[in-house]
T-cell receptor
């Protein structure tokens, strides 16, 4: 299995809702990432988990809360988002010692109303 | 933090060889050069990675001169399906707290025409 899967594919939520994005990989990768990508812009790194520990938080607002329950799963909990948070949220994974070679999922298209 | 500079866009025709150059004047000794491809509404896909000289795989070639201040991604005989954005990244293979290897530049939008 060489895939990173993300659910849901699309998500529409109001500013008062709480929702979660899910990411899963079964490649034995020990590093997992969350990126945010706005239209016609490059992906922006949000969080990095290395060996199930949060190693990087790129000054992301607290309304985004990552969680890594085990080495195969990565969640992004969303609460009180703003319309400007609407974007494509990408999950990626890599081997623990090959951070440059990342495998990306198809993303979750998030719309905040 | 090695910053990268790429052309914003390039046009080509089917069957041609395409070369996309990336400048990275501040590349550090431990930095590797990595290229990704991204189609609309999809996640980026790793293409190739190198440190010096030339690297070739089934998809592309990567040429890196001796001073490593630039690199060129070469796509042989492109097809319409190669129309995508191509990103050049430079950074340390071992993350170790460095941000460089996880920062995407603006990318080059390649349009392949029939």
């Amino acid at each position: 299995d060489t895939e990173v899967t993300q659910t849901p594919k699309h998500l529409v939520m109001g500013m008062t809702n709480k929702k979660s994005l899910k990411c899963e990989q079964h490649m034995g990768h020990r590093a997992m990432y969350w990126y945010k990508q706005k239209a016609k812009k490059p992906p922006e790194l949000m969080f990095v988990y290395s060996y199930e520990k949060l190693s990087i938080n790129e000054s992301v607002p607290s309304r985004f809360s990552p969680e890594c329950p085990n080495s195969s799963l990565l969640n992004l909990h969303l609460h009180a988002l703003q319309p400007e948070d609407s974007a494509l949220y990408l999950c990626a994974s890599s081997q623990g010692d090959r951070y440059n070679e990342q495998f990306f999922g198809p993303g979750t298209r998030l719309t905040v109303l | 933090l090695a910053k990268t500079t790429q052309p914003i866009s390039m046009d080509s025709y089917e069957g041609q060889e395409v070369n996309i150059t990336c400048s990275h004047n501040n590349i550090a000794t431990n930095d590797y050069i990595t290229w990704y491809q991204q189609f609309p509404s999809q996640g980026p896909r790793f293409i190739i990675q190198g440190y010096k000289t030339k690297v070739t795989n089934e998809v592309a070639s990567l040429f890196i001169p001796a001073d490593r201040k630039s690199s060129t991604l070469s796509l042989p005989r492109v097809s319409l399906s190669d129309t995508a954005v191509y990103y050049c990244l430079v950074g340390d293979l071992a993350y170790g707290g460095s941000q460089g290897n996880l920062i995407f530049g603006k990318g080059t939008k390649l349009s392949v025409k029939p």
